[in-house]
């Protein structure tokens, strides 16, 4: 395309505009290749990027059931008085929390 702009067969807007209609393109490409690689990861557990391979699935050392899942939520706090704090948004009503503990701060 380089060459249509140095002969002035284009002009330098439509060579301008060709650039980025290829760089959105590329862009574009890539996205959809790590659409496609966190798809195979959601559905396989596994997944080939280059020579490298991921894994999600997580193997226990030992067999049984689980008894109880733990998970970590992002939560929406509002104001608080030092004793109450409202929460906004992030759980639901029921649902229980737990604090990781208070750290003690030692004044040297």
Known sequence: MRTLLERNLVSQQDFEQLEQLEQRYNDVKVRAQINKER???L???RV???DTVIES???APISGYILEKR???EVELG???AITVAVTDGIEEGEKVFEKPVRQLTVR
């Open 39 to 41: 798809l195979d990861l």
């Open 79 to 81: 104001l608080s008085d």
């Open 71 to 73: 998970v970590e939520k």
């Open 48 to 50: 080939s990027i280059g």
């Open 57 to 59: 699935v997580i193997r």
């Open 43 to 45: 559905e396989s557990g």
